[in-house]
């Protein structure tokens, strides 16, 4: 039976979607009809294979996962989550890099939730994205790598952290050479400050321009083959503010904190 009960599930989404119903507990045919919105000479032969493959059990008129079927559920619940996740943005996935991600953040992409893509349209190329300052501005703590330059960013940060928000920054190597160097008064501005933190990172790698906000949390992901375009993934789930959250604080443990500019410049 080479990859049978693998192929028998997966390629039948009316099985999957009765896999996960019963995963709820007990229910009859026609609760299961009504649920799915289907009609029994559509069901039934999927929850017939079910059967004969020992995933699901009958007893009186009650429909419910077998031990085995547990098992299958459990596992497959997240995995067809992912997928879905990814599906909805699938070409964007596939162009981008993600090495830089570990890997145990990876495996709980889908905890991004429903994401909006914005990139920056040719007549405001060298603009900030509109939809970042708007949020950035209305957040009362924000933490972010820096992984390409503008030279709007360094007033923006310190703006933001004027108004009282904590502010933490991750600058790599060759952007912190720039940005002390072009914004020497704002970088000590905003070094001084009690509620910022500001951090060097190594240029290993493409790292990704991640800001986790208590607002909402963006990622800019370098793309595999194609030039940097600046294309913003936003969310502002619960879970998604988490995931940036956690992305941000492995970064920050690869990095070393800034105390004194003078010795950035050295």
Request: proline share 4%.
């Amino acid at each position: 039976m080479e990859n049978f009960l693998l192929d028998m599930i997966l390629l039948s989404e009316k099985r999957q979607k009765v896999i996960l119903l019963l995963l709820e507990g007990p229910i009859t045919i026609e609760t299961i009809k009504k649920i799915l919105n289907a009609s029994a000479t559509s069901i039934q032969p999927q929850i017939k294979m079910l059967k004969e493959h020992n995933l699901v059990v009958q007893e009186n008129n009650f429909y419910k996962l077998s031990e085995i079927g547990k098992i299958v559920a459990v596992k497959m619940e997240p995995l067809l989550n992912t997928l879905s996740f990814l599906e909805e943005n699938i070409n964007f996935w596939f162009e981008r890099d993600l090495t830089e991600i570990p890997t145990y953040l990876l495996s709980r992409i889908k905890e991004l939730g429903h994401l909006t893509i914005t990139e920056p349209q040719p007549d405001n190329m060298f603009e900030l994205n509109a939809e970042y300052v708007k949020n950035a501005k209305k957040a009362k703590k924000l933490e972010a790598t820096v992984s390409y330059f503008h030279p709007l960013f360094p007033s923006l940060y310190l703006e933001i952290a004027e108004k009282g928000a904590f502010v933490s920054l991750i600058l790599q190597e060759s952007i912190l050479k720039k940005w002390t160097e072009d914004h020497k008064k704002q970088t000590e501005e905003f070094i001084k400050m009690e509620n910022t933190k500001l951090f060097v990172g190594t240029d290993d790698g493409k790292v990704p321009a991640i800001t986790a906000a208590d607002n909402f949390m963006t990622m800019v992901l370098f793309p595999k083959e194609a030039a940097f375009d600046r294309k913003y993934i936003f969310s502002f789930e619960k879970d998604a503010l988490a995931w940036g959250k956690e992305l941000y604080d492995h970064y920050e443990r690869l990095s070393v904190r800034i105390y004194d500019i003078k010795k950035c410049q050295e």
